[in-house]
């Protein structure tokens, strides 16, 4: 398996990737080939694919992905890109790592979002989206008074929203053309109370951002 694994990522290198990139290889759902560049991995092999990193969002989505991460574990954040592989009849994936200020080309931003409703999964338009949410190790994003189950994570999404959208606390995106009005809670706290009902908190950390985006 390993010269298979070889091989194919000799190939992809030749291609394109840098010598900064760090690469992983995952079959299953464990990581079987790790080669360290400039840019620190966390990765190792024999660890598991853990749920919403790079490897698990192409295995999902069976095509390359680009996405900005960052390990809230170790601390380490990269531009992650996913690409499909098959390794001895079985389904994998290659992952490249490399530093958070490069860009192989310009990421342009997502027009939809995918999201798991009961049973089924629905691409909605990210204008249609009001805010996105992190709660209980899940991301759920909201448009037309439902709530929708995505695969990404919050951190990963910033930087890939048009930019309507506003971080306005750690677990809080938000649309701007959906907020309704802007007020004060009962410690002084900025809220934000969107045209859906929704009350949402801006945190002290954002309301420097928030101000500024907003123009109060």
Same mark, same amino acid.
């Given at each position: 398996?390993?010269?298979?694994?070889?091989?194919?990522?000799?190939?992809?290198?030749?291609?394109?990737?840098?010598?900064?990139?760090?690469?992983?290889?995952?079959?299953?759902?464990?990581?079987?080939?790790?080669?360290?560049?400039?840019?620190?991995?966390?990765?190792?092999?024999?660890?598991?694919?853990?749920?919403?990193?790079?490897?698990?969002?192409?295995?999902?989505?069976?095509?390359?992905?680009?996405?900005?991460?960052?390990?809230?574990?170790?601390?380490?954040?990269?531009?992650?890109?996913?690409?499909?592989?098959?390794?001895?009849?079985?389904?994998?994936?290659?992952?490249?790592?490399?530093?958070?200020?490069?860009?192989?080309?310009? &990421?342009?931003? @997502?027009?939809? =979002?995918?999201?798991? %409703?009961? /049973? *089924?999964?629905? #691409?909605?338009?990210? +204008?249609?989206?009001?805010?996105?949410?992190?709660?209980?190790?899940?991301?759920?994003?909201?448009?037309?008074?439902?709530?929708?189950?995505? &695969?990404?994570? @919050?951190?990963? =999404?910033?930087?890939? %929203?048009? /930019? *309507?959208?506003? #971080?306005?606390?750690? +677990?809080?995106?938000?649309?701007?053309?959906?907020?309704?009005?802007?007020?004060?809670?009962?410690?002084?706290?900025?809220?934000?109370?969107?045209?859906?009902?929704?009350?949402?908190?801006?945190?002290?950390?954002?309301?420097?951002?928030?101000?500024?985006?907003?123009?109060?």
């Amino acid at each position: 398996m390993e010269k298979g694994v070889l091989e194919q990522v000799g190939f992809i290198m030749g291609d394109w990737i840098p010598k900064e990139a760090s690469i992983a290889v995952a079959v299953g759902r464990s990581y079987v080939y790790c080669k360290a560049g400039i840019q620190e991995s966390h990765i190792r092999v024999g660890d598991e694919v853990a749920d919403g990193s790079v490897a698990d969002s192409t295995y999902k989505e069976g095509k390359r992905l680009e996405m900005l991460v960052e390990d809230e574990v170790s601390g380490i954040a990269y531009v992650g890109v996913g690409y499909p592989v098959r390794i001895s009849g079985q389904a994998g994936v290659l992952v490249v790592m490399l530093p958070p200020d490069y860009r192989q080309r310009p &990421i342009q931003p @997502l027009r939809f =979002l995918t999201g798991k %409703l009961e /049973d *089924t999964w629905r #691409p909605v338009p990210v +204008s249609d989206v009001s805010h996105i949410e992190s709660s209980q190790k899940k991301t759920w994003f909201y448009a037309d008074e439902e709530a929708y189950c995505s &695969i990404h994570t @919050l951190k990963a =999404l910033k930087d890939q %929203l048009p /930019d *309507t959208f506003l #971080p306005i606390h750690r +677990s809080y995106i938000v649309n701007i053309p959906f907020i309704q009005e802007i007020s004060r809670d009962f410690s002084s706290n900025f809220v934000l109370t969107l045209k859906d009902g929704a009350v949402l908190p801006v945190s002290q950390n954002y309301t420097a951002l928030v101000r500024e985006r907003l123009g109060f």
